[in-house]
Nanobody, 125 residues
């Protein structure tokens, strides 16, 4: 049974930093892209970042470029999201996810098959 367990998140003041982690279990996802999405109240779940299966290529939504860094440890089936210079508009529930097809990439949440439980990130002004 595949399970993605997230850790990290919480409450931070604007300009602060948080780190999110996601550990996958149940199978080896070494050949799959992993990503992070977020959903603010009343809004659609949106793409934040993804990383390819080797960790050599990353994508970010424009609003987080230069502030967030995604990384992965394929040996441990983990993905991380380091968030710096946080802004109130980053407030959302953050979800890690694994793409449904090996070697593929996408910003479309419907292309992701497995999801973490979500973790709240709140940035106060």
């Amino acid at each position: 049974q595949v399970q993605l367990v997230q850790s990290g998140g919480g409450l931070v003041q604007a300009g602060g930093s948080l780190n999110l982690s996601c550990a996958a279990s149940g199978r080896n996802f070494g050949s799959y892209a992993m990503g992070w999405f977020r959903q603010a109240p009343g809004k659609e779940r949106e793409f934040v970042s993804d990383i390819n299966w080797t960790g050599s290529s990353t994508n970010y939504v424009d609003s987080v470029k230069g502030r967030f860094t995604i990384s992965r440890d394929s040996a441990k089936n983990m993905v991380h999201l380091q968030m710096n210079s946080l802004k109130p508009e980053d407030t959302a529930v953050y979800y890690c996810a694994i793409h449904r097809r090996p070697g593929s990439r996408s910003r479309d949440k419907d292309e992701y098959a497995y999801w973490g439980q979500g973790t709240q990130v709140t940035v106060s002004s």
